[in-house]
């Protein structure tokens, strides 16, 4: 018996939400989890779009929403996904110690 679309979208952000826990998996179910996870992303030209229709918030304005100090290097590749019906940027910053680290920061302004 299959998921149907309703199953199938939930186990895919559940994949989605989980990289950290893939850490110490295999190097081919990480492979599989990011092109599971990259379906639901946007291409570049339609982030550079999206952020000129002010649809979403450009990068740097992310950063310093989310506190992350200009000097923190963001490491490549930026993908900005639907979970959940929102759009998140994703990406990693190499941290104080040299290690990279996982962001995930809404890509839409904050309620005020």
Avoid: H, W
């Avoid at 492979?31 to 979403?56: G, M, P, R, Y």
């Avoid at 490491?75 to 104080?96: A, R």
């Amino acid at each position: 018996m299959g998921l149907g679309f309703g199953g199938a979208y939930a186990q895919l952000f559940n994949v989605q939400t989980n990289f950290n826990a893939l850490e110490n998996s295999t190097p081919a179910l990480m492979l599989l989890t990011e092109l599971i996870a990259q379906q639901n992303c946007l291409s570049d030209q339609q982030i550079q779009q999206a952020v000129q229709n002010k649809q979403i918030l450009p990068l740097d304005v992310v950063l310093r929403n989310g506190g992350i100090v200009k000097t923190s290097k963001v490491l490549p590749p930026i993908n900005v996904c639907y979970i959940d019906g929102l759009l998140f940027y994703q990406f990693s910053i190499l941290n104080k110690n040299g290690k990279a680290e996982k962001l995930v920061l809404s890509a839409i302004a904050p309620l005020t």
